[in-house]
């Protein structure tokens, strides 16, 4: 018990010295030793990595979960069960959960009314997109976050620390430095002093031994600065290892980087396909839906319909209907002429046997034909051949 009150004195007592040392170079009342220019620029590249991760990772979590409430509960279920050492579930995504809400509707109202229908397939496509994006969380999760994470929770936690450490070295030094400047000048002063012992009362002479004293007290100081010194440039050494490594930090998260702009264009390659998809079945429902004593009755087309000036008169046929398009989807059609090769950027399985599945990085040749959607080619693989997006492909020449 007496050794650790002891000890929590010494600590107090260091504690309070460095404090001091502190104030008083903060008022420019003593000398300050600085850093070494390298080590210095290491510190400032350092704090700047460590500021933009936090913002990067930060907004990237408001990105792929909007809603404050449950990204904090998603952040809160994700360290329970990484406490508990157990594998995340997968969550149910908005676009998903309103997909499931309209096909209870469409149960509800009667799928086989035009409404009910139309309800089942956009949930349906709906639930697509849903996953889709649940497929970019997970990857964006596993490859961008977690590594920024792990940089700020691990790396920026032991760099502080040495910091810290190094930061009391120097503090230490500079007491140092001062406490043997006032030994030094101490000890200059008896050594100027003239012989007290004719002109001054008895108790006025510098006796010997306080010359010596003064002597060892001079010899403690710089001793004691060299251990100071010593520690201070080991500890030196120690922090600027460490915050060389940033640079490595950058490469590696220059990767996580490239994989997160991956894993995006891929999530909205698929939702571009899945939206064309929609559109087309939004078509077919169009043309098999009439009513009995008028006009055919259209399901009004989700996209070109925002491109209306007004709604469809009932009395609209198919035909106009069908043939009126955005001019962002006509912009996406692709002046192909004759036979070209195209590199392929994504898989893709075929939904039917009139579409050709696809592998990521391979060649095929592609055609079209007269009246083909725009949106598609006609590809070609060895003996194989089938329907193909555009959007999945790099046109060579």
Request: negative net charge; charged residues 25%.
């Amino acid at each position: 018990m007496d050794f650790n009150v002891k000890k929590l004195a010494c600590g107090a007592g260091v504690f309070f010295t460095r404090a001091v040392q502190f104030t008083e170079e903060k008022l420019g009342q003593a000398e300050k030793t600085e850093l070494d220019p390298h080590l210095e620029n290491l510190i400032t590249r350092a704090d700047s990595t460590k500021n933009w991760t936090e913002k990067i990772l930060r907004q990237t979590e408001v990105l792929l979960q909007p809603n404050p409430i449950d990204h904090t509960g998603a952040r809160i279920e994700e360290f329970i069960y990484d406490k508990l050492d157990k594998k995340l579930p997968s969550r149910t995504t908005n676009t998903e959960l309103l997909g499931q809400y309209m096909l209870e509707a469409a149960n509800e109202f009667g799928p086989g009314t035009p409404y009910g229908s139309t309800l089942i397939t956009v949930g349906e496509y709906q639930k697509r997109l849903g996953g889709a994006e649940r497929d970019l969380l997970q990857a964006s999760a596993v490859g961008f976050l977690t590594p920024l994470r792990n940089f700020l929770e691990g790396d920026w936690r032991t760099i502080s620390k040495e910091r810290r450490l190094l930061e009391n070295r120097r503090l230490d030094l500079d007491i140092c430095k001062a406490r043997l400047k006032k030994a030094k000048l101490a000890e200059a002063k008896a050594a100027a002093a003239p012989d007290f012992q004719e002109t001054r009362p008895r108790n006025y002479v510098l006796s010997a031994s306080a010359s010596a004293l003064l002597s060892e007290e001079a010899d403690k100081a710089e001793h004691e600065l060299r251990v100071a010194q010593a520690e201070f440039d080991r500890q030196a050494e120690v922090t600027k290892l460490l915050l060389e490594g940033i640079g490595s930090t950058h490469l590696n998260h220059l990767r996580c980087l490239q994989d997160f702009a991956e894993a995006q264009a891929t999530y909205y390659a698929q939702c571009h396909h899945h939206m064309q998809d929609l559109q087309r079945e939004l078509s077919r429902c169009a043309n098999s839906i009439s009513t009995p004593h008028s006009a055919p009755v259209v399901c009004p087309d989700p996209v070109s319909s925002a491109f209306l000036s007004g709604p469809p008169s009932p009395g609209a046929s198919v035909s106009s209907l069908s043939s009126q398009r955005p001019l962002a989807m006509e912009q996406t059609q692709l002046p192909v002429t004759g036979t070209r090769k195209a590199k392929v950027l994504y898989d893709y399985e075929g939904h039917d046997g009139s579409e050709l599945s696809l592998l990521a990085d391979e060649l095929i040749i592609v055609h079209t034909v007269p009246g083909m959607d725009p949106d598609w080619l006609i590809g070609e693989r060895g003996n194989q051949k089938g329907k193909v997006p555009v959007t999945y492909l790099e046109l060579l020449s």
